[in-house]
């Protein structure tokens, strides 16, 4: 009897031992996997936030150049290079004021 009872104490500890052993696998692959999924998104984020940098860096060297210069001076201040002539489209402001 002291034979079975040795046998079945093993058994249920080995048992009981294997449960743990599963329990925690499974437990550390579910957080390995949430993990996984916010690494992801960080990444995902740094990617869109190191393609939003490169198209600052660019927009700011086109800041620089002396054509946004002169396209801003043009179309903001409408002023003109010598020798050009303005024209200036006056229908369209006769169109604005019949209204």
Request: proline share 0%; aromatic share 8%; no cysteine.
């Amino acid at each position: 009897m002291k034979g079975r009872s040795k046998i079945k104490f093993k058994t249920i500890l080995l048992l009981l031992f294997v449960v743990y052993v599963a329990f925690t696998f499974v437990k550390q692959q579910i957080t390995l996997n949430i993990l996984d999924n916010r690494l992801n998104v960080v990444t995902s984020k740094v990617n869109a936030a190191e393609e939003e940098n490169k198209r600052l860096n660019n927009q700011i060297k086109y800041i620089k150049t002396n054509e946004f210069i002169e396209n801003e001076a043009r179309q903001k201040l409408g002023l003109v290079k010598k020798g050009e002539i303005m024209f200036v489209d006056t229908a369209k402001d006769s169109k604005d004021s019949s209204k």
